[in-house]
């Protein structure tokens, strides 16, 4: 009872600090991840830790199966969308204020989506 407790308690720590240093800097590339997994793999083995290394063959297996290295084109994509979306919000809000009539405050609507179109054409003609 005692030793499978232990056991499951071992094994449950090992996959928290397992994910915790194979995701710990999202910048750090797929390649340097699976080669540090591969070296604590080599540490359990070596140790004779079979629940550690059994934890971070499983990490290897997720970091090759989900790990994508960032590309600046998918940044740069999702940049465009979110400004698009800003553009569309305060088209909305200016709609809005157009019917409640507010000279004031279809002003401030039109200076807000005039700021929001510029910053827009900028992402588009990077």
Known sequence: ???????????AV????????????????????????IRQIDRAEAADNVYRQAGLEQALANVERYCRE??????HSR???????EVRRRQNHLKAARQYGDVKV???????????????????DE
């Open 1 to 11: 009872m005692k030793l499978s407790l232990f056991c499951s308690l071992s094994l």
């Open 14 to 37: 090992s996959g928290v600090f397992i994910i915790e240093n194979s995701f710990a800097d999202s910048r750090q590339g797929c390649a340097e991840r699976r080669a540090e997994i």
């Open 70 to 75: 960032p590309s600046a084109e998918d940044d």
């Open 79 to 85: 940049a465009i969308r979110k400004a698009e979306a």
């Open 106 to 124: 279809i002003k401030k609507h039109e200076a807000r989506l005039e700021r929001a179109e510029e910053k827009l054409q900028r992402l588009v």
